[in-house]
């Protein structure tokens, strides 16, 4: 019972979407110009810096909500402890699942990154400290953003691993796997040497 009313939660969330909204307020549809992402990076390089930003607020905050809601209804029902944790995570993988196949796009979304940033900062200061820190270093390091998305999701296997034992483990492994299919075309740019790097997207004007 408790499984299916955070899953929920979390998928409602996650079909949320900062470019969508934005991308009606511009009269544009994100998804289908630019590199044809959803998500913040594409926005930026769309529309400038200041709404690639609003987009990953609203796509960072949108899972934090969720999260914090989860916490609330729990306590208010004395679940605590591993129970507790396991469902926070089970809505942090919903709503990741939300944000990249949602039922407002047609199940075709963006891939997580500032949604799964909203999940490190409800589920622990600590993990996100850790993972947010990787994130940019990797990504100021290399200037390409999928390098430092995929160590952040290296980061936060580990550290739920140490902090919170195998279950929530495994979840973040769904997550991460999720992410590779994901990025496979960022991956694949990279190669070619055709991938925006972040220094050129901050440079965009509208």
């Not at 402890?81 to 199940?107: C, D």
């Not at 390098?147 to 936060?156: E, L, R, T």
């Not at 055709?194 to 997207?201: A, L, V």
Request: net charge positive.
């Amino acid at each position: 019972m408790y499984v299916l009313i955070v899953s929920l939660i979390g998928y409602l969330f996650g079909c949320v979407h900062g470019s969508q909204l934005v991308g009606k307020y511009k009269k544009m549809d994100i998804k289908k110009t630019g590199v044809k992402n959803s998500g913040a990076s594409n926005t930026t390089i769309l529309l400038g810096w200041k709404y690639g930003i609003l987009v990953a607020l609203i796509d960072i905050f949108k899972a934090t909500l969720s999260i914090l809601l989860v916490l609330y209804i729990l306590e208010s029902q004395g679940i605590t402890g591993p129970e507790q944790t396991l469902l926070v995570y089970i809505n942090a993988l919903f709503i990741i699942i939300g944000h990249n196949f949602p039922v407002t796009m047609k199940f075709s979304g963006g891939k997580g990154t500032a949604s799964l940033i909203g999940v490190l900062l409800a589920v622990d200061w600590q993990i996100a400290v850790i993972g947010i820190g990787i994130l940019l270093l990797f990504t100021l390091a290399t200037d390409y953003l999928v390098v430092g998305v995929s160590f952040m999701y290296v980061s936060f296997l580990v550290t739920t691993f140490l902090f919170f034992g195998i279950e929530p483990t495994m979840v973040v492994v769904l997550l991460s796997v999720m992410s590779i299919m994901k990025h496979m075309e960022n991956y694949k740019r990279i190669i070619n040497k055709e991938e925006t790097k972040i220094s050129s997207m901050f440079r965009k004007q509208p």
